[in-house]
């Protein structure tokens, strides 16, 4: 056998292989991008798929917290006959801190800036009902905080809680 021809035979099929293999990715080259942008794509569009429910969920938890601690809610259904203001005032904040804590996990599914809102709309709520009782004589029933808080409420020009509720929803038509 002739081993410079064998080798020569050999270089001129590995050159031509070459060529035809460049060639031939050099014509597919752009469908196979396109495939795989597709298929990311597609992953993509699952994740959505599977958050959008979970967000969803999470701001309408937001939406039941804000509620919650409004205080006119919070009067109405956390109110006993013959309670003083300091008990109270010890009940509204354990249910407001309770119901936080619960809310607390839906922060990684909402805008971080409703959040903010959220949670300043808690301390806010919480200052209103400590100022409303250092206000109020050491005596005074849980009726004397609820008015007190509520007549605040009333002279604010635009309602906190409506204020934030309306960020909220804004957030999930964002979603859509």
Do not use: C
């Amino acid at each position: 056998m002739n081993i410079p021809y064998f080798l020569t035979l050999v270089a001129v099929l590995a050159i031509g292989g070459s060529i035809t293999v460049a060639f031939a990715w050099y014509l597919i080259r752009n469908e196979v991008q396109k495939y795989f942008q597709l298929k990311s794509f597609e992953a993509r569009k699952e994740e959505r798929s599977h958050l959008l429910p979970l967000r969803l969920q999470a701001h309408e938890r937001m939406i039941v917290f804000i509620e919650r601690i409004n205080p006119a809610n919070l009067f109405v259904r956390l109110h006993q006959q013959g309670i003083s203001a300091k008990e109270l005032q010890g009940i509204i904040l354990n249910e407001i801190r309770t119901e936080y804590q619960h809310n607390v996990t839906q922060q990684l599914y909402v805008n971080p800036v409703s959040w903010n809102v959220l949670r300043k709309l808690k301390e806010d709520t919480i200052a209103m009902l400590n100022n409303a009782v250092a206000g109020l004589p050491a005596d005074a029933s849980g009726i004397d905080l609820s008015r007190k808080v509520l007549e605040h409420m009333a002279a604010i020009a635009e309602n906190p809680y409506d204020l934030s509720l309306e960020l909220i929803q804004k957030d999930i038509h964002q979603l859509f």
